[in-house]
């Protein structure tokens, strides 16, 4: 239900995002403003990446199957490192003319200027309202970044018209595109360090795996825990695997020790642990697991 939610919003605010697209880049070539194509710009990404952010929810509703067992919620990341790439994109482009501008400042209408972006902050209003605010996915976090920062511009761009109109001050107009591109430039990038933590595997933010396995080795019945991975299936779903090694019993004994390790992991926000009981030590009870690439066919190397 929440997925068809989501799609339902995209879906509206890609409609909204086409018409202002249209409306800033005519304003943007009669006024000749920087500013406003600059906008009109971010708007084409803001475009490119809600279809891009519905795509990518359409197919991640698919369930697990044999091509992916884990489901498809890494196919968002892929979508929201996309669409922090075009932002940074972008931004260049903008930077680049607003040096050019720098040198040979154009005549500016700025009533069209001012009316178009006036039109465009509505808009983009109406979208950061559709998507709201509370994210879980970053593939729709993406997107919401992609309007908010429109937003800004927007208003970036109607301060810098105003400016215009009554001091006749063009180069405002080349200032406030710069401001515009640096904030783009700071959502693109973060979207990108978040997508690429995940999809590298690292740990996710909050989770250190020294310290689980520290709370799971305070089990009484637990003697080492070693290997121990930690990383994120998607955005907000952390993941867990280790090794424990408990004294010789029957399997049913340490099955009660499994799932009271689970029910730790479970309080600590880790919905999804694979543990792998044993009472054999390893070649090596280090907390992490080395894999030799030379040997890689072999396995893990503990």
């Known amino acids: 239900m929440a997925a068809d939610t989501s799609i339902k919003r995209l879906g509206w605010s890609l409609i909204v995002t086409l018409v202002i697209f249209i409306a800033e880049v005519f304003g943007g070539i009669l006024s000749r403003s920087l500013s406003l194509l600059s906008d009109a710009g971010h708007v084409l990404t803001d475009a490119f990446a809600l279809g891009l952010s519905l795509i990518a929810l359409l197919i991640m509703k698919r369930p697990s199957d044999y ?33 050019t501008r720098l040198q040979t400042p154009p005549e500016i209408n700025s009533s069209v200027m001012l009316s178009i972006a006036g039109a465009g902050l509505a808009g983009n209003l109406i979208m950061a309202w559709i998507l709201g605010h509370k994210h879980h996915d970053l593939n729709i976090k993406s997107a919401w970044l992609h309007v908010v920062g429109d937003t800004v511009s927007s208003a970036g761009v109607i301060i810098a018209g105003l400016i215009i109109k009554y001091t006749g001050w063009v180069l405002a107009d080349t200032i406030a595109s710069g401001i515009v591109g640096c904030m783009i430039i700071i959502g693109g990038t973060r979207v990108i360090k978040e997508a690429l933590w995940i999809l590298l595997d690292l740990s996710p933010s909050g989770f250190h795996p020294e310290d689980l396995a520290k709370v799971i080795a305070e089990i009484p019945e637990v003697r080492n825990v070693h290997d121990v991975h930690i990383w994120s299936i998607g955005h907000g779903v952390p993941a867990f695997s280790g090794h424990v090694q408990v004294h010789d019993q029957k399997i049913s004994e340490a099955d009660i020790i499994r799932k009271e390790i689970e029910r730790l992991l479970s309080d600590q926000g880790i919905k999804h642990a694979v543990i792998q009981m044993e009472c054999a030590d390893c070649c090596n009870n280090e907390i992490y697991c080395n894999i030799n690439p030379e040997n890689a066919h072999d396995g893990h190397r503990h």
Do not use: D, H
């Open 67 to 99: 091509k992916a067992t884990y489901g498809y919620q890494r196919i968002g990341l892929l979508a929201a490192l996309i669409n922090g790439i075009s932002l940074v994109v972008i931004a260049m482009f903008i930077f680049i003319e607003a040096y």
